[in-house]
């Protein structure tokens, strides 16, 4: 499942490859399963060497092998399995709720969760499809082949043939020959899928100017845009430096080298350079964008020093490839930079009506009326077109009203249409008296010119140029046909030529290719007088500060913390109420789920008397529950959380809202939905099963005990749930939290109290992972709502481990309660006994799980869920994975 979603990110490449006739669908699948073979081989051999030796399996090289075998080729199948779901899957969160399934299924009908003679007969034919019953039935018949009670053993657990004869060691090799046809079925169906269904995204189409010859851009002359919504901004910079450590020893590694210029208001400036140059990297030291390295020199706001809340506040931030949150309109996701970032003092303000003025002002400027409320979207489910996306991430930005504007490419990716009106769009702002610094790359002569300002990069972060391009870029080519380069031919593109120039060999007396000291261009612009000019104007800027121009702001956000946390609040659920594929999922699983569970003992749910292999088959069941549920809530969380969380690092750079905003939202948004899901599998799976409603308890304590399981369950799905999001949140990428969830998982599942019981914990090391282990305290919790005072007959055969324990005089049972002469009552043969459900369960578990622990089981899943969330907000309040 780790690899499932990585599967929806590489169906894109292989079908531009397959459009291009590279190779056939089979020969990617089967290319992809090889390239996979190692590393699933190297997880075999380390789980599995540790696992066989340390138990003390079968000491047998040939049972050894077999069993290395079986576990190499199950591990291969599912990942087949998950490469046909993630070939028809339209999304990762479809892949990852459908891979739950796939699990729940193999484990509940492996034999183990459910013994294969409770198995009921409308529900057989999945015991004998499913993968992991022939691999477990091929191991268990590996094992225990071997010993003088093997054959016992496998009776016991209902391992017989549907003639109730044992099975043979000769079902070892059918295992082999169900599986490897199995694997091959899966890799021709995905190969089949992918050439067949093609999961790809419907994307808008571009309406730029449909009807016009030419692109223009309309800014409202309204009070929203006139001088006195901001203040205007001169932004210096002196010898500014960035440095980080190489990769490769403790030297560090300087990607800027003095760097000076000034963005003045009213003028938009292009940043050029070479790849490599550092233009990006420029703008992100100014912007503050950078999370590490060391920073040095001098950076001032109309003459006074940078501070970062003010800055934050005055400027705003156009990336390249920007986040915007796809279950939000284009109006809806405008509106709420607007009402984050707007000063208390801006015309907008004012009322709901100037402020939706502001917003479809905003719309208008970028012509993006008819897609106002259309939805964002996605690469996965389709949406926005790329320049649709790129006009609606600089009209959030302009939405704030900032005194500074950065754009890192806001043309690349764009037809000549779209970029003409993005720079339009620029033109008159920067008109307005803003300013306008943008990143540029390789632009056309038409855009070049509408710059006012250049400041252009060399390789190895040093200035080879700044200052006015002049008219038809005039002062740039002058200033480089002066230090002797090759002249501009008649109609070439300046921004072109001027690139191509840089890379020339000229001499230091002019002559190409001379014999002469080759020139820099970085020391030819420190010795020129264009240098010294800059120098003289940052001295000025200095000296003539006004200080009623300082840029100050008397709080750290524009709106107070409540508004902040309504905003966030309600525009999270929001995203969660349009996300089906999460939520809507989610839900319709649980009720499937549910059901299917439910099902397996719709034939025993009215009996009064158990067999120990029945009551022990509803145990597992009710493992099972909880553990698939919490499966489905981790994985499906971790896509939506991932989104969530890029775009709150996007809110928290602008200085937007903080993480107690994003903190207190995701819970909100979160716990209505776990409410729910849970409700829906509990109202299911309590019928049907025959939980909870013994008929000898009274109508009351039916409901109580049904109240009590929903609410373990509800702890169960929330704590799966809000680790999921505090995973995503710790480390970078999906694929390192989906290792981290099936750690957990595994960690979870083991030491819940039935794969391993408490009473073969307790007194050694591994009972401290059991007391920490919140599964332990939600499983107990399930079992004891279930089995509160159930009265009904168990009964125990003297094969049982539990028969000697049971009917021992003086057995203690619950509530301290003495029995004389054993709790289970011996029949005259002396073949079995009887005993009560409740006090059957009790034994099961060591003595260790009853009633009166519930109080103490509530307590420490909320402080669990408690702590969860704490770890959370200090997540994102001090780790940022932004690539900055």
Known sequence: MTAAPEKVDARAVFYKHADSNFYSALSYVIGEALAAMPQMLIDVLL??????????????????????LLFFLFTFSMGQTMGLLASVAPTK????GGGAVVLLMNVLFSGYIVAPNVIPIYWNWIYWITPLSWIYRSLLLNEFVHRSDGQQVMESYGFLLPNDTPYGREWIGYGFAYIIPYTIICLVASAYCLHRFRMEKQGGTSDIAEEK???????SESNTFNEESFIPVDLSFNNLCYDVKASKGSDK?????NVSGVFSSGRL??????SGAGKTTLMDVIALRKGGGEISGEVLLNGFSQEKVSFRRCSGYVEQFDVQSAELTIRETIRFSAELRLDKTHPARTSPAEMDQHVNEMIAMFELQKQADVLVGNEEEGGLTFEQKKRLSIAVELAASPSVLFLDEPTSGLDSRAALLVMNCLRKITDTGRTIVATIHQPSSQVFDMFDDLLLLKKGGEVVFYGETGVCSSNLISYFEGLGVTPMNTGENPATWMLNVLGEHISAKGQSDGEDEVLSFATAWNQSSNCADLANRFAEINETRDEEMEIKFDSTFPVGWFKRDNLMGNRLVKIYWRSPAYNLARMALSVLIALLLGSMFIPIRNHLVFSEAEITSVLATI??????????SIVSVLPVMLNVRDMFYRHKAAGMLNYWSLGRALGTAEHRFILIASFLFCIMFLPVSGLAQNPDLSLKSRVISAISYWGFFTFNSAIYSYIGQLFMCLVRGQGTAMVLASVFIGINNFFSGFIVRPQQMIGNFWVITYIINPGHYVYEGLVTSAFWNDYRTVIVTNASQYYVELTSPGYVGQNNTLYENGVCEVMDDGSYCEVTANEFVYAFFGQQYGRRNIPRNVIVLACILVGVRIFTFLALRNLTYSGK
Do not use: H, N
């Not at 696992?51 to 090289?61: E, I, L």
């Not at 400036?269 to 070479?274: P, V």
């Open 269 to 274: 400036c292009a940043l050029m350079g070479e």
């Open 93 to 96: 969160t479809v892949v990852q």
């Open 47 to 68: 789980f599995g060497i540790f696992v066989y030796w340390m138990v003390g399996f079968v000491p047998s090289a040939a049972s050894f092998i077999i069993y290395l």
């Open 623 to 632: 493992f099972i529950s909880f553990i698939i549920i919490g499966v489905l």
């Open 213 to 219: 010859d030419e692109v223009e851009c309309e800014v």
């Open 253 to 257: 590694l300087r990607l800027l080298k």
